[in-house]
């Protein structure tokens, strides 16, 4: 079982990347997210990988960090979501929102990717759910939580496509919710970025 790999890279695309070994090509398929974090090409690269053999060949899946390959696993535990799914359901979103979604049983985020019908979205959530749920409260979409109000879900959105981290964002907006719950999604976003400068 190959576990980890590093090399130079030879050549990178946002499903997948090869690696140089000693004079041998490796093709690792990636999330969008390893993607995003990869050094440039010829830079080299260390990676976590996922050996997948079947009869038709074998295929290796690569991850930068052990949060997003522990997500990959669970997900192919699942009944009938193959490595190929779980990478394009990590492609999505970001490791740690895929958990909270998942928690807060967001069944329309899943359902909205290639292969994930309302039936395979919902044993995903009721199959991994239990294992999320203890994340601290900090990292959680509580139920009844002002966090996850429309404005607040938005704002928090459009700060992950703008590049900041989850995990620096929902503390702030939970703050933010502790002041009033009747800000507009420009107003939620101004004042997270004035605390985060």
């Known amino acids: 079982m190959i576990v980890s790999i590093r090399g130079k890279i030879l050549e990178k695309r946002p499903e997948a990347l090869v690696v140089d070994i000693s004079g041998l090509g490796y093709e690792c398929l990636i999330s969008v997210n390893t993607y995003d974090r990869l050094p440039k090409v010829g830079e080299e690269v260390s990676l976590l ?69 309302p039936k395979t979205a919902r044993r995903i959530i009721v199959e991994l759910k239990d294992k999320f749920v203890k994340l601290s409260d900090e990292e959680l979409p509580i139920e009844g939580d002002s966090v996850i109000l429309p404005e607040m879900r938005e704002a928090h959105d459009a700060l992950v496509t703008l590049g900041f981290r989850p995990t620096d964002i929902y503390p702030m907006l939970k703050e933010i919710s502790k002041q009033g719950t009747d800000y507009t999604t420009e107003q939620i976003i101004k004042m997270v970025l004035a605390k985060l400068r």
């Open 49 to 117: 990988t996922y050996h997948h053999v079947t009869e038709n060949g074998h295929w290796l899946y690569g991850f930068f960090d052990t949060t997003e390959k522990s997500l990959f696993t669970m997900l192919i535990s699942v009944s009938g979501i193959g490595p190929r799914t779980a990478i394009a359901l990590l492609s999505a979103v970001s490791p740690e929102e895929f958990k909270r979604r998942l928690v807060a049983g967001e069944v329309k985020m899943m359902t909205a990717l290639p292969g994930i019908g």
